[in-house]
């Protein structure tokens, strides 16, 4: 909290940002279907189907309103029925959001407003106040252990 009212950020919050996350969601969403349909023909027993071009996403409502073939050039054999599609798809979309939602907490955690902000890394941290540094550095934080050194010259 104390980090947050002495930083202020410079940059607004903008349109782009939740317009990308809309995008992703979206373009997820819409694999998460092409691919639960995929999995159930391939449990059935019919391999992977994918549909090719405009296909992918011009079949996808008629995916869902029960066509479990619709879009793909070949058509599966054994088909796998509208039931088993649906609930692939279901599970395919569950599986997905958990780790959207998964990426969303990393991605608040690393780049979000309640970041950790100033943070030294382990190695900055050893070079400043580790042992290495005191090490050098002894003969000014203990003149009286460490004299500093003699320079003979031979003349």
């Known amino acids: 909290m104390l980090q947050t009212e002495r930083r202020?950020?410079?940059?607004p919050f903008t349109w782009e940002i939740?317009?990308?996350?809309?995008?992703?969601?979206?373009i997820?969403?819409?694999l998460?279907?092409?691919?639960?349909?995929?999995?159930?023909h391939w449990f059935a027993g019919a391999g992977w189907h994918w549909p090719?071009?405009?296909?992918?996403?011009?079949s996808t409502t008629a995916i869902l309103t029960g066509h479990p073939t619709a879009g793909l050039n070949a058509v599966?054999?054994?088909?796998?029925?509208?039931?088993?599609?649906?609930?692939w798809i279901i599970t395919t979309e569950a599986v997905l959001c958990i780790a959207l939602f998964a990426v969303a907490i990393l991605a608040l955690r690393r780049w979000g407003p309640a970041r950790?902000?100033?943070?030294?890394?382990?190695?900055?941290?050893?070079?400043?106040l580790g042992i290495s540094r005191l090490r050098k550095q002894r003969r000014?934080?203990?003149?009286?252990?460490?004299?500093?050194?003699?320079?003979r010259r031979w003349s």
Do not use: N
């Open 8 to 11: 202020r950020d410079p940059y």
């Open 18 to 26: 939740p317009v990308g996350v809309l995008v992703v969601v979206l």
């Open 28 to 30: 997820s969403g819409l």
């Open 32 to 40: 998460g279907v092409q691919v639960g349909r995929s999995l159930a």
């Open 52 to 58: 090719t071009g405009r296909a992918l996403l011009t």
């Open 76 to 87: 599966p054999v054994p088909a796998a029925s509208p039931g088993a599609v649906i609930g």
């Open 116 to 128: 950790m902000k100033g943070m030294a890394t382990p190695a900055e941290a050893e070079a400043t």
């Open 140 to 151: 000014i934080i203990r003149p009286d252990l460490y004299p500093p050194r003699q320079h």
